[in-house]
């Protein structure tokens, strides 16, 4: 039988629903995502350290989970919210289901709430404070407890996230590397590393905490800043570190390319001195446009972000604006006028999702041939 869970958000709102994977009580800043589907490449994306989400498409589950499509080893989400946990699982390459996934994880799930209502709540409201819990049943204590919760503003949560140590990447599509690259990891997703192993890059992944010097001591023919959660102005470090790394391609290695995903784009903005702020409710889903501004294409993108980069703070000379957002005309790519360095704010690795941005490891690749 169901227990009863509940989800309560620090503006009043309460939903009530049924309980599915893990029982205990999590907070989180609650959002939401358009995706139809990749619900386990969400889960484990550690992007979403810190969050509950909800996804828009009703029903979840229906597929299983499976260990090839994993972004990372574990649940980073705190809570998961649908409208309906598919009870049967159906496709060849599952080994389990999404309930037994979330309550091996210890990650609370609830289902049979209006998610629209929630969804609609949340681009009025914008993202907030929350807290999912099946043992405590008062509501209005839980709404308390949403109100004296952590948020994100100010909180670095690349450390709960980053790897303890540096390794070299290794995965079975790999080809025989041809140039060196240092990922950063501040919240990896496994595909960014997958798609530079398949384009012949050895891949040596750095814990966020990895100093300049440690980078360049491997010599390597390009540097990745990988995606990763949180408010990007908390990681003071990871900004110092690129700002290191930027003068070391401007004063003693021209040739050294930088490329930046997500909150990767978004610490280098703030290395180049932007600022960045926090958008309303985000972007998350896998169908948004956005404009190559140097072409005039129109790709769709996958996104998960709730920072952006203040193209209005963004005064370097040197940088050029390179793409924009089409729902609401946010900062989505930078580019360096005269050094190897650039990024985009949406996911160019996307899987599930669209193929539309995978142009871009090209580029990285093009610019360390030369």
Known sequence: MQKRCILALESGRIFIGNSFGYEGERDGEIVFNTSLSGYQEILTDPSY????????????GNYGINPEDMESSRIHASGFVVKEASAIVSNWRSTESLSDFLSRNKVIGLEGIDTRALTRHIRQAGAMRAVIS?????????????????????R?????????????????????????????????????????????????????TATAEDILAINPTGIMLSNGPGDPAAVTYVIETVKKLIAHIATKNQ????????????????????????????HRGANHPVKDLTTGAIEITSQNHGFCVDEKSLRNN???VTHCNLYDGTLEGIAHKHLPIFSVQYHPEASPGP????????????LMEK
Do not use: W
């Open 318 to 320: 040197d940088v050029a």
């Open 355 to 366: 193929h539309d941005a995978s142009y871009l490891f090209g580029r990285f690749l093009k």
């Open 134 to 154: 099946t043992t405590e049943t008062n509501p209005k204590k839980l709404i308390e407890k949403a109100k004296k919760s952590r948020g994100l503003v100010g």
């Open 49 to 60: 350290c810190g969050q509950i989400v909800c996804m828009t498409n009703p029903h979840i």
């Open 255 to 282: 040739k050294l390319p930088l490329f930046g995903i997500c909150l990767g784009h978004q610490m280098l903005g703030l290395a180049l001195g932007a600022k960045t702020y926090k958008l309303k409710f985000g």
């Open 156 to 208: 670095d949560l690349v450390r709960e996230v980053t790897c303890a140590e540096k390794y070299l990447f290794t995965h079975e599509t790999a080809v025989p590397p041809q140039f060196s690259v240092a990922l950063l990891d501040c919240g990896c997703k496994s595909n960014i590393a997958r798609e530079l192993a398949e384009r012949g890059c050895a891949v040596t992944v750095f814990p966020a």
